[in-house]
């Protein structure tokens, strides 16, 4: 079983920066694509970020490409989310989801649906 604590969240005010991490332990974090989620009362929980297992490849929301940047580092069984540029519309809780593990090094999840576990989340909200 695949453990995730996410860290980092806050209150920011808009076009502020901030840095998601994902602790993940429990099993071999190479084994797992990650990516990140996110919800907003009332929302459905939405597909943010993604990254295959070796983290060569990435893939992002519409919504967010071009402002954030997922990456992991296997050494620390780590994963981040760095946000730029942020606007009020990202405030949302934010969660760090793992793929079932040992798909192929480079896949990458491309939807909420691909996931199969997730951590408790972190909220982040952003002030105008």
């Known amino acids: 079983q695949v453990r ?11 076009g502020d920066s901030l840095t ?3 602790a993940v332990s429990g099993r071999t974090f190479s084994d797992y694509a990650m990516g990140w989620l ?13 990254i295959s297992r070796i983290g060569e490849h990435t893939y992002y929301a519409d919504s967010v490409k071009g402002r954030f940047t997922i990456s992991r580092d296997n050494a620390k069984n780590t ?8 606007k009020p519309e990202d405030t949302a809780g934010y969660y760090c989801a793992a793929a079932p593990p040992s798909a192929g090094a480079y896949w990458v999840p491309r939807g909420s649906s691909a996931f199969a576990s997730w951590g408790q989340g972190t909220q982040v909200t952003v002030s105008s």
């Open 4 to 14: 995730l604590v996410e860290s980092g969240g806050g209150l920011v005010q808009a």
């Open 20 to 22: 998601l991490s994902c």
């Open 38 to 50: 996110r919800q907003a009362p009332g929302q459905e929980r939405d597909f943010v970020a993604a």
């Open 79 to 86: 994963l981040y989310l760095r946000m730029n540029s942020l």
